[in-house]
């Protein structure tokens, strides 16, 4: 049974950093892609960062060069730090890997940021 566990996240005004930390329990043999994903009310949820088992990365274009995906392989957790935060950052934030062909989902905590 695979479980990721998300942390960090809250209130923060704009220019300021957040970091999110997803752990995942369980073994993370077969994981392939890992990353994070946000989700705004009343829109669908949209790719932030992920990260391959080769390492390529990929962000979306209205994160690139502020926010930045690493992982902790001994400690089974991955990170996203998020700064020069714009109040269009404002979502629910969840972690996602995908382990066999199956996606695992976090509960999604919920960044806020105000002007």
């Known amino acids: 049974q695979v479980h990721l566990v998300q942390s960090g996240g809250g209130l923060v005004q704009s220019g300021g950093s957040l970091r999110l930390s997803c752990q995942v329990s369980?073994?993370?043999?077969?994981?392939?892609?890992m990353g994070w994903y946000r989700q705004e009310p009343g829109k669908l949820r949209d790719m932030v960062t992920i990260?391959?088992?080769?390492?390529?990365?990929t962000y979306a274009t209205s994160v690139k060069g502020r926010f930045t995906l690493s992982r902790d392989s001994t400690k089974k957790t991955m990170y996203l730090q998020m700064n020069s935060l714009k109040p269009e950052d404002t979502a629910v934030y969840y972690c996602?890997?995908?382990?066999?062909?199956?996606?695992?989902w976090g509960k999604g905590t919920l960044v806020t940021v105000y002007s």
């Open positions: 990260i391959t088992s080769s390492d390529d990365t």
């Open positions: 369980g073994s993370i043999l077969g994981i392939n892609v």
């Open positions: 996602n890997i995908r382990k066999f062909g199956i996606d695992y």
